[in-house]
């Protein structure tokens, strides 16, 4: 008993009442007064830090490392056109698209096939770019026009007279046979032609476009044509 009271200074009692509150509250106080950058990688517990822990619009791209977002971590659905480069990447699209919903009679005569109005008939393909066309375009065969009746159609490119005569001119084409009678109207479609797709050039070049249509029938005539359509499908 006597031993235990002579350990039992003021001395000791006092180290021993700090070393408690030392123990205790220091840790919260350190908390507060942390100094700055001074918790790093290996202060912080393995998966401490979790989604519910990071503000707001905290993580910049500043912050991501380069390469660190793959194509597997980008949410399906989420880029949309204007969020790419399109012109620095390999590709196949729709590049121009024009139409006009004009009608207009239909020539007989081979030699002399009418023209469809379109109605921004002019644009232009980037260098390097290969350039195929398609067209569509719907043809009226009235009751007075006999039975088998056909007609063509052709996209025309860099063509003001109308020639169909050269492949170079001929971009796309179509044709459509019917035997039935009375009045019927059908949608040709206008598929690429032979070579006429437009080889990529070495610098940006201006085109115009045409839809061109003839027709024929057994006897009669009236043929018309209208709401023509061009596509250019470029590809990289």
Do not use: W
């Not at 610098?203 to 709401?227: D, Y």
């Amino acid at each position: 008993m006597s031993r235990l009271r002579q350990a039992l200074t003021f001395e000791n009692v006092l180290v021993t009442l700090v070393a408690f509150v030392v123990l205790a509250g220091g840790t919260a106080i350190a908390a507060n007064q942390l100094a700055k950058n001074s918790v790093g990688k290996r202060q912080l517990k393995a998966k401490s830090v979790t989604a519910a822990k990071i503000k707001k619009n905290a993580v910049t791209t500043a912050k991501i490392k380069k390469g660190a977002v793959s194509g597997p971590k980008v949410k399906d659905g989420t880029l949309q056109t204007a969020d790419l480069d399109l012109a620095g990447l390999p590709y196949s699209r729709v590049v121009f698209q024009t139409g006009g919903s004009a009608t207009v009679p239909v020539s007989s005569t081979l030699e002399a096939p009418t023209g469809l109005p379109l109605d921004a008939p002019t644009y232009t393909q980037e260098a390097g770019r290969l350039d195929t066309y398609f067209g569509a375009l719907d043809v009226n065969f009235p009751a007075s026009c006999e039975p088998p009746r056909a007609a063509i159609g052709y996209v025309l490119r860099d063509a003001p007279a109308l020639s169909i005569d050269s492949s170079d001119s001929v971009a796309a084409a179509g044709q459509t046979i019917t035997l039935a009678g009375g009045a019927v109207t059908q949608r040709l479609n206008l598929s690429p032609y032979g070579g006429g797709a437009a080889l990529p050039p070495a610098s940006a070049q201006s085109h115009s476009l045409t839809i061109a249509v003839v027709g024929e029938c057994k006897a009669g005539g009236g043929i018309t044509a209208g709401n023509g359509l061009v596509q250019v499908v470029g590809t990289r």
